[in-house]
């Protein structure tokens, strides 16, 4: 569902010809952290490569959730209580909205400076990256934002 909603609307929002919403990356923060590491990945690497066959910019999407994939589990064990590291669904319910927001800024934050840098594959308009890196982090983040308040399954 969340690959059809970027494919088909989100990817055609540019606020600012700077924000674009990557709401894809909820699906990676939303596994428990005693998930399987490479079903995890793989996983990230399918929905990445599914994004990127229909936008047109072959691999980044795949390599940035690829790595954020990779990466959750030991984002995720920064917030949450080490007694709960197999049982816990990362959720605002789970972990108050203060920790969630936290977790979901630092994973939302990294998966944007990985993609755009991905992306543009160089430093030179490092005003250019930093701002998109920013405002598609604040959009997203909101996005995900509303997207766990009103998710009902956890």
Not at 76 to 100: C, H, N, R, W
Not at 105 to 122: C, G, K, P, Q, R
Request: with cysteine.
């Amino acid at each position: 569902m969340l690959c059809l909603v970027q494919v088909l609307v989100l990817n055609h929002v540019h606020v600012f010809h700077y924000a674009t919403p990557l709401l894809f990356i909820y699906f990676i923060m939303k596994f428990p952290i005693g998930y399987e590491r490479w079903a995890l990945l793989l996983w990230g690497f399918f929905m990445g490569l599914i994004i990127d066959i229909f936008t047109n910019i072959p691999g980044v999407t795949a390599a940035s959730l690829t790595i954020m994939s990779f990466v959750q589990p030991y984002l995720l064990q920064l917030f949450i209580p080490k007694d709960d590291y197999a049982t816990m669904l990362p959720s605002m319910k789970s972990l108050g909205f203060e920790v969630f927001f936290k977790y979901a800024l630092t994973v939302v934050l990294l998966f944007s400076i990985l993609f755009y840098t991905f992306e543009t594959f160089n430093l030179f308009s490092f005003g250019d990256w930093l701002l998109r890196v920013v405002c598609s982090t604040i959009i997203t983040l909101i996005f995900v934002l509303i997207v766990e308040k009103f998710n009902k399954h956890d």
